[in-house]
Each structure stands twice: as structure tokens, then as C-alpha cells.
């Protein structure tokens, strides 16, 4: 092993993802670049930690630069090399590897996790506020879906519910008629938010959008929405790659296509977040809105800054 080899290929994986480009493939083209020179760092010692976190953020990079469909590979493929990078007393230190770590965590919905790593993270650098700030944003944010979720008995009134629950009751009569024969559309059959199971399931769900979470820091990859189905019961709705005012929005129906339900529980010093969510990612694919599709223009890839102060 040539040690001086090792750093070199770490330095030039760092400096390709630091070069201004013209256009964006040319920034395509250095990060898989950079991700490959890191992996040749590794070949040289794959038990150098500052090599894992290198590859880490290569990965990071080209994951908020790719395509819905090639992003669940890069996912893992991120996570993973961070969670070698911080098995390494030194590198588990270092406030941009956990902070850009919280943020792969974050967009697979680990909350409790990423908000760890965010408390990790401003203990070993306290005067980086904006750790302690993301964290407590967050936090505010899991207050704000708990209470958003309560909308059907203290908001809503009685006649407008009715309304509401009545609509929806006979969009999804329509349905069952009009997809009876299509597999695509799971022969028209629908079901309730609170007949779901956790996981993706093999139905159509029918809501309507009663109220938007704001997330004025822009922490969430998401929209958020507050749901409402035909029984009356609410669910939180996170949706991926929406360009922020072109979404759906309050008063509008949705039709989710195999709806993904997830149960959350997070905990952290003292405090306890509890809510189930369904999650869209492709939601070119996975809804309509208005019994109409999304349109490219309202969808876009999410951008991010990754954190590399010991990069």
C-alpha cells in the first residue's frame, strides 16, 4: 500500500467535485468520475475511513443530480459508505460527515436517526448554529404534521365534511366502474386510509388535500399535505420532486396509485412524534390530481448543498 497514492486519489475525487463546469452533464461526468477515484482510494485500504466519507459524498452529489429511477441504488450505496466512514472514532467526529449523513437519513425518512446525527453533530462543533437551528426546525416540523392530522375534528365543519366525505364517496364508485377491467388501475378497486397496511398496497386510494404543512426552510425533500378520505379520517401525504407552487393543492382530490403508508415514531430527548404518512415519489407515476396527471413542468430533482468542511 503507497499511502501518498491513497491521498492523491482522495484529493483529485475532492477537486473533481469542486471544478466549475459548463453544463451539466460535464458535472455528471466529474462526480462519476470522482466517485470511481474514490473507490480506487479504497482498493489501496479499505479500512481508511477518510476514503469512506470521500466516496460518501461523491455519492450524495450525484444522488440529488439523478433520475427517480436510479436513486434507490445510489441510496444505498451512500448509506452504506457513510455508516463505514463514521465507524472510525476520528471521522464520527467530524460535523459535515454526520451532517451530510442526516441528510441521506432524512430523505429516507429516519427521522429520529437524522435528528441524532444533527444533535451529534453540533456537539462536536457548536459553533455551527445551523445544526442546532435544522434540528429544532425539524422537530417543529413533526409538531406541526401531529396537529395537522387533528384537522377533521377541529377545523373542518360539520357540513363541509359531510360534503367532502359524500364527493368522495362517489368519485370512488365512478372508479370501481370505469377501471373495472384494468390491471394498471387494480380493476378499480379502492380502499380507506385506515384499511391500509404498512408498505406499498395493491389498491387505489381516493383524498382530498384539506391543508399544506408549511416548511418555510425548505428542510423536507417533500411537499407535505394533510388528507382527508370519504370515512372522514386524515393522513399526512409526503410528495417527492414537486417544484414548490406547482403542486396540488388544498381542495384538490388526489387519486394514489398503490399508496405507500409508513408508520413513524420518533423520539428524541423527551419529546415524541407519532403519525402514519403515505409517500409518493414519482408522482408523474403514482397520482392524479383533478383526475388529471402531473405534469413534467411541476416536477423537478430536488438540488443540495453537500457539507465538506474536512472534505
Not at 184 to 202: A, H, S, V, Y
Not at 242 to 262: A, E
Amino acid at each position: 500500500m503507497n499511502p501518498m497514492e491513497k491521498r492523491a486519489l482522495r484529493n483529485l475525487s475532492i477537486m473533481l467535485r469542486s471544478n466549475r463546469c459548463d453544463s451539466m452533464e460535464e458535472k455528471h461526468q466529474n462526480i462519476v468520475k470522482s466517485i470511481e477515484l474514490a473507490k480506487k482510494a479504497l482498493e489501496y485500504d479499505v479500512d481508511d475511513y477518510h476514503s469512506w466519507a470521500i466516496l460518501g459524498n461523491a455519492y450524495l452529489t450525484l444522488f440529488f443530480m439523478s433520475s427517480i429511477g436510479s436513486r434507490t441504488d445510489l441510496l444505498v450505496r451512500c448509506k452504506s459508505a457513510y455508516q463505514k466512514a463514521i465507524n472510525d472514532p476520528i471521522v464520527r467526529t467530524k460535523s459535515d460527515v454526520l451532517f451530510n449523513y442526516s441528510t441521506v437519513l432524512q430523505y429516507d425518512e429516519e427521522f429520529e436517526q437524522a435528528i441524532k446525527c444533527l444533535h451529534d453533530a453540533y456537539r462536536y462543533d457548536p459553533e455551527w448554529l445551523e445544526l442546532s437551528n435544522k434540528k429544532q426546525q425539524l422537530l417543529n416540523l413533526f409538531a406541526d404534521i401531529c396537529q395537522g392530522n387533528k384537522l377533521d375534528r377541529t377545523v373542518i365543519k360539520a357540513k363541509k365534511l359531510a360534503s367532502i366525505k359524500e364527493q368522495l364517496q362517489s368519485e370512488e364508485s365512478r372508479l370501481k366502474c370505469q377501471f373495472q377491467n384494468e390491471k394498471k388501475f387494480f380493476n378499480g378497486q379502492t380502499k380507506l386510509i385506515d384499511e391500509l397496511c404498512e408498505g406499498p398496497n395493491d389498491c387505489l386510494l381516493v383524498c382530498r388535500i384539506v391543508s399544506y404543512i408549511a416548511d418555510p426552510h425548505n428542510l423536507f425533500f417533500s411537499s407535505i399535505y394533510i388528507t382527508i378520505d370519504s370515512r372522514g379520517h386524515t393522513i399526512t401525504l409526503f410528495v417527492y420532486d414537486l417544484v414548490k407552487n406547482k403542486g396540488p393543492r388544498p381542495g384538490d382530490s388526489l387519486l394514489i396509485l398503490k399508496p405507500y403508508l409508513r408508520d413513524y415514531r420518533i423520539k428524541f430527548n423527551g419529546q415524541e412524534f407519532q403519525f402514519k404518512a403515505l409517500r409518493i415519489v414519482d408522482p408523474l407515476q403514482e397520482m392524479l390530481v383533478n383526475n388529471m396527471p402531473i405534469t413534467k413542468d411541476c416536477v423537478a430533482i430536488p438540488t443540495i448543498n453537500v457539507t465538506l468542511k474536512s472534505d
